[in-house]
């Protein structure tokens, strides 16, 4: 009895591995006929693949089971490879034969399969399921055995009820897995959108700086032109004089030589007469009275500084709007619109720029302008007519433009 009972138990084991090759992965059943195969090389019940079908094409229209439908697409249950259909649906799917006479062969060999023994008693099959115990039994262990005192119920009944719950536990996963791969969709719709927007968004505040940059430089160009005029303007005066001086140390020298040669004459008489004469232009090529002198603090440059501190803060707090600004923005657009009107109604009519202060202009349009602590430097006189003008390297101070940060 021991050998027999080991022998239909190896029989057993080798049917249960047989029949998990055979098991629908929708209905966990064996496959019904047709089985159709699928592009993965996986196989479902045709009944399973329309179900699947219909799932995933909720809005093509069917009519009872049988999809009418041209075409269409749903995932394989076992690798989510997709399968596309053509205008035949489910039924253009290729059956595959050699699983539904493998099929045949195992239920003609099931039913020579004894029914499983229990494992306490073993000559009695395994006929009822405990309740209780959540586990199926014989009949004399629900009467001698363990399971007396349990909630007994018929096998098959209890074998209906969970396979129906598994049914439909399998339809709330293929419908949930659906759902999920409309999400993932729509995140990788979502994440390809960010980066559009935010590319976008980089060139527009690039494009922004250069524009600032470029304020800046044509701002920059202009300040050291002024510099550049005024130091060639300097250099040139300065030229001027060194011409002036060179020239009378050039006369001077002649005199000096002159006088030397009047010096070694010997004859009195031709002495006096080109002494006293002599004497009157050495006199006035000592005198240098007339000619000009500059003065202390003419090499001087530092009236050209500029106080760039301002625009430095305000640059430094340059940044995105806010909605709170966009809101202030709104409201100041209201107030002027509101005092403009006020004052067209007034008789004489005020200019509205009497009215209201200029408006503030954003970083994104124009440069905060940067104001050159400068003075104005006097024209140099000419050398003949007056002698050199004094150049005071004070600057004034005047307070920047006030610009609103956005």
Known sequence: RSVVFRCTRSV?????????????????????????????????????????????????STRGSSTVTSGG?????????????????VY??????????????YKQQQVKVEQPMCEEHEEEKINIYCVTCSAPTCSLCKVFGPHK???????????????????????MLVGNNERIQAVMVHLEETSRTVNENGSRQKS??????????????EKKSQMTVRISSEQEEKLEYI???????????????????????????????????????LLQQIMEGTNTSHLEKIQHGYEKMDHFTANFEHQRRV????????????????????????????????QPPVKPAQLLAPPLQRPSETLPTV??????????????????????????????????TY
């Open 149 to 171: 005192d349990c909630e007994v119920a018929p096998l098959n009944t209890v074998f209906n009820k969970q396979k129906a719950e598994l049914t439909d536990c399998i339809s």
């Open 73 to 89: 697409r749903f995932r394989c249950p076992s690798c989510r490879h997709e399968v596309v259909l053509d205008r035949h649906g």
């Open 12 to 60: 057993g084991a080798n049917m249960e591995t047989l029949e998990k090759q055979l098991i629908c992965p929708i209905c966990l059943e064996i496959f019904t006929k047709p089985v159709v195969i699928l592009p993965c090389q996986h196989n479902l019940c045709r009944k399973c693949a329309n179900d699947i079908f219909q799932a995933s094409n909720p809005y093509l």
């Open 315 to 346: 640059l430094s707090k340059v940044d995105f709007i806010r909605v709170d600004d966009k809101d202030d923005d709104e409201d100041e657009e209201e107030a002027e619109s509101k005092v403009t009107a006020a004052a067209a109604n007034q």
């Open 204 to 217: 527009k505040v690039c494009e922004t700086f250069d524009h600032i940059f470029a304020l800046l430089e």
């Open 239 to 277: 030229r001027g004089l060194r011409r002036r001086y060179s020239e009378h140390l050039e006369t001077t020298a002649k005199l000096l030589e002159t006088t030397i040669q009047t010096l070694d004459q010997s004859e009195m008489a031709a002495f006096l007469l080109t002494a006293k004469p």
């Open 371 to 404: 104001t050159s602590h400068t003075k104005e430097p006097a024209p140099c006189p000419s050398p003949s007519t007056q002698p050199l003008p004094t150049v005071s390297p004070t600057a004034t101070s005047s307070s920047a433009p006030q610009v609103k």
């Open 92 to 105: 253009g799917l290729q059956r595959n034969l050699l699983v539904e006479n493998i099929i045949d062969m």
